[in-house]
């Protein structure tokens, strides 16, 4: 089983400050928005599914002690909140689609008292959890289905539990081969520059009993070279209609490299990763963190201490460089501007 990486206890959100990882399991009980922001803007918390599950129960924390007296003024406090929570990182979509599911909610039921709804407002805030926990197990199923037995894998950065509620997405799907019998083998990137495929995945999948290999992210062109990849699985942080998927930096380098080599290159992601709104990729906006994250591995210094940095945290991987993409409704493939349309059924029914 996986650690709890977030839940809502006893009124306040625990989560696993993950920047503390490998070296120490903290927890943390949180019942500030100011904190929340800051833990989803450090990477205390990360990973999209668990930062649409810290908005979803951000906002509910956030209004918990409002003392509005009608809807108006009610919406407008929560609207401030989510604003806030807005702000904290850009690109996995499931942030905002946490927080316009918690806005749809306070809609949906301004008839009612305000007491009643901030209590509907939890309630469906934790339904994100349940949900989240229910995709990352059909995922991991459909996934596992792509994996032979004596496989070798590569991943990036952590798609994981601690990136879910669960079991994670790319990695979920590992889990499950293993619980298969299958005897995987996995390589994990280190993923700088903030190592979550060092500090997180090699930790998570060590947890899990696999065999489990950490390569520098420059090593895997020469592992594929060698044929000793047999596939590659993936997270993801947003997908346009197109497929075109954003995740961590470092992903697109490894599909193209992928398709050099013939090495299929899978996408995993729950439904609330889709961004609908957007054609392609080219519109998915893409966060810059602090030029210190380059300068410096886990506080130390590497570098001049004034040397320009350019720090993107995502890259996005065109449509045609992804075998498949796997979501919690099955596999789907190329085209996937047409094969996606079915999920945009799904996804609009379930925000009714
Ligand atoms: O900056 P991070 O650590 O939040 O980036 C995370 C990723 O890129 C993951 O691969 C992605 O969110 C998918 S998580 C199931």
């Known amino acids: ?22 070296d120490k399991l903290k927890f943390v009980y949180c019942d500030d928005v100011d904190r929340l922001w ?4 450090r ?11 810290a908005g979803a129960l951000g906002a509910a924390l956030g209004v918990r002690n409002s003392k509005a007296k009608n809807f108006r003024s009610f919406f407008k406090e929560l609207k401030a909140i ?12 499931n942030l905002f689609w946490a927080l316009e599911r918690m806005e749809d ?27 989240d926990k229910k995709s990352c197990r059909a995922m991991a199923r459909y996934g596992a289905n792509l994996i ?8 990036h950065c952590n798609a994981g539990g601690l990136a879910t509620a669960d079991y994670g997405t790319a990695l979920g799907v590992l889990f499950e081969a293993k619980k298969q019998g299958k005897r995987i083998k996995v390589f994990a990137d280190e993923t700088r520059p903030l190592l979550q495929g060092a500090r997180l995945t090699a930790w998570e999948l060590m947890h899990e009993g696999i065999d489990t290999t950490l390569i520098c992210d420059n ?9 000793r990849i047999d596939k590659i699985f993936v997270g993801a942080d947003r997908i346009a209609s197109n497929g075109d998927a954003a995740n961590k930096i470092g992903t697109y380098s490894l599909a193209v490299l992928a398709k050099h080599h013939g090495v299929p290159f899978y996408v995993v992601a729950p439904i609330s990763t889709f961004d609908f709104k957007l054609k392609t990729g080219r519109d998915i906006p893409i966060e810059e963190r602090d030029g210190d994250e380059v300068r410096t591995v886990l506080g130390k210094a590497i570098a001049p201490k004034k040397v320009k940095v350019y720090n993107p945290a995502f890259d996005v991987t065109p449509n045609g460089l992804i075998t498949a993409i796997i979501t919690e409704r099955g596999i789907f493939n190329k085209p996937y501007r047409i094969s996606l349309k079915t999920l945009k059924v799904k996804k609009l029914k379930t925000c009714l």
């Open 82 to 93: 989510t604003k806030i929570l807005a702000s904290s990182r850009p690109t996995a979509v």
């Open 43 to 53: 990477l205390e918390i990360r990973g999209a599914p668990a930062i649409g599950i």
């Open 219 to 227: 090593m895997a062109a020469s592992l594929m070279a060698k044929g």
């Open 148 to 155: 032979k037995k004596g496989d070798t894998v590569l991943t």
């Open 1 to 22: 089983m996986p650690v709890e990486t977030i839940n809502w206890v006893n009124g306040k959100i625990k989560f696993i400050d993950q920047t503390k990882l490998p």
């Open 105 to 131: 909610v306070a809609k949906a039921n301004r008839s009612k008292p305000v007491s009643r709804i901030k209590e509907l407002i939890l309630e469906d805030a934790i339904k994100v959890i349940t949900e």
């Open 38 to 41: 800051k833990a989803i803007k």
